[in-house]
Each structure stands twice: as structure tokens, then as C-alpha cells.
């Protein structure tokens, strides 16, 4: 029998029609179901049946829970703005657990910063990120050779993925919510001295 929707925490956030641009949405490993592509934290209000575009949204997510559990084991987004791990926790706050593996890249952080977010129980991972995607920056950061996940299909990479990161730890410097606020930059705009 193969993992549902249904049975995870991703239920809820489907129902409120928050998993957009997914690129995937399946069970990748025996009881492990996976995301890939857009969470939406902030809407504006509808008129009638018009569905309108989320005003607020978490990129690059992956994500992976286990069926029949209450929480992440894993999640990775991009953010735009470090304010926004904020609308995030209103979203997926109670979705997360102590111990999960939380990966925030953040457009606005300086690029060498790394740094630890307590945000109530949990621990955010926290980076800077310019050009790259966080998915690429995750497998830098876990010692992942692309060739490595080469030949697996997208369920399998991050099945892949995920297995090295819940392993993952490091010491970085543990910051205040207030205060990543105060560090952070500009935002830059992300499609600066892109080829049109």
C-alpha cells in the first residue's frame, strides 16, 4: 500500500490549496511522501469562485513527511525577505517538530552567514543565497556530488536528499528571530543581471 496525501500532514495545506507549482507530490520511499515547488503563505481575498494568485509564497520548497505522523521530517524553502520565516511558522508552525530538519535560503542574508533560528521549539537552518537554487545550495551543503543523484528520478533525489540531511548538524551561531531582522540586508531583486 502506498502512502496518500491524505494520511500526512500535507492534507491540510492541500485543502487550503497552498501546494502550488508542484513538480512533485508523491509517496518517494515506503511510507515517505514528498513535495516539490511552492507553498503558499498569503492570499488575497476571493470574489466568488475567482481563484486568484497566492500574494506571498515560500519557493524552491521540498518537503517530506511520514505517513501517518503529525509533522516534517524535512523542509527546505526560499524566501525572499528573512521577515517572512514569520508568515511561514503562521502557516507550517504547527507542523513542524524538535529535531526536524528545517532548511531556510534567504535572499536578503549575507551570503557567508550561517546561522541557527530557534523559533519556539524548532531550529531553522538559515542561509544566504545569490544565484544559485536552494536545492543546489542544500547539496553543497550535505557533500552531495551531483553525479551522486544523477541517475534518479525526482522522487528518488530527494528521497536521496533527505536521508543525508536528517543526518545533518552543525554549531552555527544561534541568533534571535529580532535579531536576523536587524542583520538582514536589502532585499535584492532575484532576477537582477539575469539574460533577458
Not at 509564497?57 to 527546505?76: I, K, N, P, Y
Request: hydrophobic content about 35%.
Amino acid at each position: 500500500m502506498t502512502a496518500s496525501i491524505e494520511n500526512t500532514v500535507f492534507a491540510r495545506l492541500d485543502k487550503e490549496s497552498r501546494l502550488t507549482h508542484g513538480i512533485l507530490k508523491e509517496e518517494v520511499s515506503p511510507g515517505r511522501f514528498a513535495f516539490r515547488g511552492e507553498l503558499a503563505l498569503k492570499f488575497e481575498a476571493s470574489l466568488g469562485d475567482e481563484k486568484r494568485p497566492p500574494t506571498l509564497s515560500a519557493w524552491q520548497v521540498m518537503a517530506t513527511a511520514r505517513e501517518g505522523e503529525d509533522h516534517f521530517e524535512f523542509f527546505l524553502c526560499y524566501l525572499l525577505s528573512f521577515e517572512y520565516l514569520v508568515p511561514l511558522m503562521e502557516v507550517i508552525g504547527d507542523l513542524l517538530k524538535p529535531g526536524g530538519k528545517y532548511f531556510v535560503y534567504v535572499n536578503n542574508q549575507y551570503l557567508l552567514a550561517k546561522y541557527r533560528i530557534p523559533m519556539g521549539e524548532i531550529t531553522w537552518y538559515s542561509f544566504g543565497i545569490d544565484e544559485s537554487t536552494a536545492y543546489n545550495e542544500l547539496l553543497e551543503l550535505l557533500y552531495i556530488d551531483k553525479n551522486d543523484v544523477k541517475k534518479l528520478n525526482t522522487g528518488g533525489k530527494q528521497d536521496y536528499v533527505v536521508n543525508k540531511a536528517l543526518e545533518f548538524h552543525e554549531d552555527y551561531e544561534i541568533i534571535s528571530y529580532e535579531e536576523g531582522v536587524k542583520r538582514m540586508g536589502p532585499v535584492r531583486n532575484p532576477n537582477e543581471n539575469r539574460p533577458v
